[in-house]
């Protein structure tokens, strides 16, 4: 059994680790050319790296906003303060307390006690805020959605604001592109349905509450102290990076579903038909390639990190050339294709049809043979 110490420490690690690190995802890891640097670009304390097959936190720098795990567009920055489940159930529960509104806090105005804790749901900055958790309030009938501040420009966040930005008018146009008029709302204030009535239930709340989340925390602790010694006795170790990003049969890198993109799709499928017929968005993105410059290469396939674009098992009616497949829904817009391509042949775009990107089907492109070679043996009989 562990002992006191064993759990103690990995009380703390669990405790202060904010954002866990899947370098599988990561653009930049897989591939050194990848021009992406959107996490980095949105930590306001420099302390994410990603450039040169390395994807790292500093911890000791890292102030838990979650601003960079908003902006990664791979998911290879994974919040853990709080985890998308615990703030979904979070928000739930204040839904109820509200009788309909959702209202998110960051931990600055939270501080105040200006509102009721079981009437929202708190999060360290408002940049931990991303479109699906948002969508998806929506499509469940949620008419108030609130996202309550403090002061931004006093703030040690103050960088975050226009990412936070980014991210409510990106969430508005996805409602507005399905018909819905509800909208996402940011306020310095909270509402009145969410306000504190009763200080003295705070305080008696608030220490419950610590106790509570102290005895749960010990018990994660000591079954996280448990797995850990266990893989320590036990002697093995799990597969390497180099390992886990090893060539699949069908030649590509390993592949995996952006899971917060597929629950954005999901959002909007439910909140009803699009209305309007392409839509601009930092979430999804779309494909073209100049064909007469392309070589047929197929690195953009082999690189691209969702399935987005692959070669394609069927063939040109007129037998010529080859044919890639490309999924919007797919497209997480890394640009990884774009930087992998060796002819400098294909741009990634912002703008999405609507209609593409709820086709089952996946749009073809056609591109020709490439040019053939000349031979030594042929240039000395010239």
Do not use: W
């Not at 990634?348 to 709820?358: C, G, H, K, Q, R």
């Amino acid at each position: 059994m562990p002992n006191l110490i064993d759990i103690v420490e990995v009380a703390e690690a669990l405790e202060t680790k904010a954002v866990y690190l899947a370098p599988d995802r990561c653009v930049v890891v897989r591939n050194r050319h990848a021009s992406c640097a959107k996490c980095a670009d949105a930590c306001p304390s420099g302390a994410v790296f990603a450039a040169n097959n390395v994807l790292e936190l500093d911890e000791g720098m890292c102030v838990a906003c979650g601003a960079c795990t908003t902006a990664c567009p791979t998911e290879a920055l994974i919040p853990l303060q709080p985890l998308d489940e615990d703030l979904a159930a979070a928000v739930a529960d204040a839904v109820v307390a509200t009788d309909g509104a959702a209202v998110f806090a960051c931990a600055r105005i939270a501080s105040k006690h200006v509102g009721d804790p079981t009437k929202y749901a708190e999060v360290p900055c408002l940049a931990r805020m991303e479109e699906s958790v948002l969508l998806g309030l929506a499509a469940r009938g949620v008419r108030d959605i609130v996202l309550v501040d403090g002061t931004c420009a006093t703030c040690k966040f103050r960088a975050n604001v226009p990412g936070i930005d980014a991210v409510v008018a990106s969430a508005n146009d996805l409602i507005a592109t399905q018909g819905s008029d509800i909208r996402v709302v940011r306020a310095s204030e909270f509402p009145e349905v969410a306000l504190l009535e009763d200080r003295q239930k705070l305080l008696g709340a608030s220490r419950r509450g610590f106790f509570t989340q102290a005895r749960s925390r010990a018990k994660d602790a000591a079954g996280k102290t448990v797995e850990v010694v266990a893989f320590k006795n036990d002697g093995s170790r799990g597969p390497s990076l180099r390992e886990r990003l090893k060539m699949s049969d069908a030649g590509t890198l390993p592949q995996f579903n952006p899971e917060r993109r597929m629950r954005v799709l999901d959002a909007m499928d439910q909140l009803g038909q699009p209305v309007v017929p392409e839509i601009d968005t930092r979430l999804f993105g779309s494909v073209s390639i100049d064909a007469e410059k392309c070589s047929a290469c197929g690195m953009c396939t082999v690189f691209c990190p969702t399935g987005a674009l692959k070669k394609s098992e069927l063939e040109p009616e007129d037998g010529e050339g080859s044919l890639l497949e490309f999924s919007a829904a797919d497209c997480v817009q890394c640009n990884l294709c774009a930087d992998a391509c060796l002819k400098n042949c294909l741009t990634v775009s912002a703008t999405v049809s609507t209609e593409e990107l709820f086709d089952f089907e996946p749009r073809l492109i056609h591109l020709p043979d490439p040019p053939k070679r000349t031979g030594i043996l042929s240039s000395l009989k010239r």
